[in-house]
């Protein structure tokens, strides 16, 4: 079945910086690429998704690149604000709709 | 209006014992899922529904037991609970089960036995 791998596990960035987290996957059929944003205490939630005939897709300030190559996708956070802080989840599908989720990331924006 | 409703939100109980998590969705989604959220944040699948058939079933201890008497619900027993079984549980649903359907997450089911 699809591995999503996502890394780093934690990231402090200033705010007004960027945030950059990258998911690896494994399964080369997977042909959609969800983040979620799960606040302390809350439910994920859909941010941005991005299918495999795209290579960025942008909202705002928030952004998402596929490179099917090397099989890795990246979240793009620019101007980060203290309600950026949250987990971030990468998952990726191929078909099925069985997401396989990465194992988080833990944002937090220093003020 | 809540799109997806999980009762109870907290459920506090002692080993051993049998309970019940509901889902319900007004999305008119076709398709559901239980997820189980580790302390460590894992979030792994369970059970899937595609109009009240399942469709997903993961290595996940016959003591749960899923049920969905139409596609807008989706329910969890679980018997003899352990304390392993502690975690937030997630109902969710998305539109079908082709590629691209995003999920809508419930607001899950902190569970914790003792």
């Known amino acids: 079945g699809e591995n999503v791998e996502q890394h780093p596990s934690t990231l402090s960035v200033q705010e007004g910086d960027s945030a950059v987290i990258k998911c690896t996957y494994s399964?080369?059929?997977?042909?959609?690429f969800p983040w979620y944003k799960q606040e302390l205490g809350k439910r994920p939630q859909l941010i941005i998704d991005?299918?495999?005939?795209?290579g960025e897709k942008k909202d705002q300030r928030i952004a998402v690149t596929l490179n099917k190559t090397a099989k890795h996708f990246s979240l793009h956070i620019t101007e980060t604000q203290p309600e950026d802080s949250a987990v971030y989840f990468c998952?990726?599908?191929?078909?099925?709709?069985?997401?396989?989720f990465g194992k988080g990331n833990q944002v937090v924006v220093i003020p | 209006d809540t799109a997806v409703s999980q009762t109870p939100k907290y459920l506090v109980t002692q080993m051993g014992n049998d309970k019940s998590i509901k889902c319900e969705q007004n999305l008119g989604h076709d398709t559901m899922y239980w997820y189980k959220q580790d302390s460590k944040k894992f979030l792994k699948i369970m059970f899937s529904?595609?109009?009240?058939?399942?469709?997903i079933n993961e290595t996940v201890p016959n003591r749960f037991s899923p049920k969905s008497p139409d596609k807008a619900h989706l329910n969890l027993h679980i018997n003899s609970l352990e304390l392993g079984d502690s975690a937030v549980y997630f109902c969710a649903s998305s539109r079908g089960t082709g590629p691209g359907y995003g999920y809508t997450f419930g607001s899950g089911t902190r569970l914790t036995v003792v």
């Open positions: 529904y595609n109009n009240k058939e399942l469709i």
């Open positions: 399964d080369s059929a997977s042909n959609y």
């Open positions: 998952a990726a599908s191929s078909g099925n709709n069985r997401l396989a």
């Open positions: 991005i299918r495999s005939n795209v």
